[in-house]
């Protein structure tokens, strides 16, 4: 990305974010995965970003909160990596039903479902930046 730039509109930017992290491979996208918190995670260890997209965690119930902290630990020992998704605009219920969803993909499929919602995180996030 930095070596395409300057880019020559806010189109431009994204589609050359797209078109990167689709060329990119596993170990690329694992690394990016790494550097998410879990879902339901307390407020403290998340960036302010992280904090924003994932507000719909916010005020849940006790239950899903330890419902989701449970189903991050299950999903890591499944699939190897942080369960992703793109938590703008969701509630913590329904966060917590996709992850259920989703631990029944198998290891290959739900690397490309994470990596699709990543996908979403990064368009939502560039979005952010060339507004401002």
């Known amino acids: 990305m930095l ?10 930017l994204l589609s ?28 403290e260890a998340m960036t302010d970003w992280a904090r924003r997209e994932q507000a ?18 299950t999903y890591e020992e499944r699939f190897g990596h942080v369960f992703l998704i793109c938590a703008t605009g969701r509630t913590a219920d329904e966060m917590l039903g996709a992850l259920r969803g989703r631990l029944t993909n198998d290891p ?10 990543q996908a979403k995180i990064t368009r939502l996030r560039l979005d952010r930046l060339v507004v401002s």
């Open 56 to 73: 719909g965690a916010n005020g849940a119930a006790e239950a899903t909160l330890a419902a989701l902290a449970q189903g991050n630990r």
């Open 3 to 12: 070596a395409a730039r300057p880019f020559a509109s806010d189109a431009e």
């Open 16 to 43: 050359a974010a797209e078109r990167v992290w689709w060329s990119l491979g596993r170990a690329d996208w694992l690394e990016a995965f790494a550097a998410h918190p879990r879902i339901g995670a307390r407020a």
């Open 108 to 117: 290959a499929t739900e690397l490309r479902v994470a990596a699709q919602e």
